[in-house]
């Protein structure tokens, strides 16, 4: 029997990396580089394709660059809204299935309360814009699909937040992190288990959120980075995280302060248990120290 062909975009970013090696006994995996087929190009995209003709196609491409996008909301816009558009277009006539990820982004970002999959969204910055409308897209476009609303997402690879801190622990003896927005840290490889196993068990479509269990701030995401990373033998200089209100860091882009998220639908669907945003940085840091 032929191997189904599945297509990875983005197949170089933190999510698409994991996702490379999460899938190998999937089927043939086809992940062109930028350079191979640029995004923004929507008739590369409708010629690759049509040349390719992918069986399945995992979106983890994305304009990621959250302060950016706030001046560049055309990039931003062709790449979370349109190309998920594009591509579930692709894959309803055929009935072939579209995995997409979106954002905690796409919601207001007030109150204490988990996000619930069918509450109101509302976000708050010219990212979560975007993201809505691709994520919505996929939704109303009738194709088979998966569509993942993940949050803080870091890895052994790539640029992210805890590869920032243990950067700056080094060396600062001080740092200041925000403690007043609240979410839960999700490492890509946890992202690319779940959405393996979401294709085997044949979840049915819709959208999920995507996290490990609990939350925790910023700040207090940047403490455990320092003591898991001494309690693996890694020296650093820093002494203190001050916690500060996200009003004395001000940024081009406003950030949601209540990313909590529900993962009650996700569990349910896959009859397991998320595990704990602990357990799963001490593994990330277990391999980006290994
Ligand atoms: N990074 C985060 O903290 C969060 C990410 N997400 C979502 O998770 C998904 C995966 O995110 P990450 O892996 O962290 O992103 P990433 O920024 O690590 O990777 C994005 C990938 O898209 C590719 N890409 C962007 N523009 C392209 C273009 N014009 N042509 C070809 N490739 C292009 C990049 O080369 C990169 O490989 C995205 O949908 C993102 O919106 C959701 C919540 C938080």
């Not at 923004?40 to 003709?53: P, T």
């Not at 959250?66 to 277009?89: I, S």
């Not at 476009?141 to 622990?169: E, I, Q």
């Amino acid at each position: 029997m032929p191997q189904p062909k599945i297509l990875i975009t983005g197949g170089n970013g933190q999510v698409g990396f994991e996702l490379r090696r999460q899938l190998v006994l999937h089927g043939q995996l086809l992940a062109p580089c930028r350079q191979q087929l640029d995004l923004a190009n929507a008739d590369a995209v409708a010629a690759y394709l049509e040349a390719e003709q992918p069986d399945l196609i995992i979106n983890a491409a994305a304009y990621t660059a959250v302060d950016k996008a706030e001046t560049d909301q055309a990039q931003a816009t062709r790449l979370n809204a349109e190309l998920p558009a594009q591509l579930a277009d692709y894959c309803q006539p055929y009935d072939k299935r579209l995995v997409h990820y979106s954002s905690d982004y796409v919601y207001p970002g007030t109150g204490t309360s988990p996000w619930r999959e069918d509450d109101t969204t509302g976000p708050q910055n010219i990212y979560g814009h975007s993201k809505l409308q691709g994520d919505l897209a996929v939704q109303s476009s009738g194709c088979s699909h998966l569509v993942f609303r993940t949050s803080w997402v870091y890895a052994a690879r790539g640029n992210n937040f805890m590869k920032t801190m243990l950067h700056l622990g080094k060396d600062r003896t001080e740092l200041s992190v925000v403690n007043d927005q609240i979410g839960a840290p999700t490492p890509a490889r946890l992202i690319a288990q779940v959405t393996s196993l979401a294709l085997e068990r044949q979840l049915a479509n819709g959208v999920y959120h995507l996290a490990p269990r609990g939350t925790t701030s910023w700040q207090q995401f940047a403490q455990a980075i320092f003591d898991q990373a001494r309690a693996l033998g890694q020296e650093l200089a820093v002494q203190q995280v001050k916690g500060i209100p996200s009003c004395e860091y001000p940024t081009p882009a406003a950030r949601p302060l209540n990313s909590r998220m529900s993962l009650s639908k996700l569990e349910q669907a896959l009859g397991a248990e998320l595990p704990h945003w602990q357990q799963q940085l001490q593994l990330t840091l277990e391999e980006f120290f290994a």
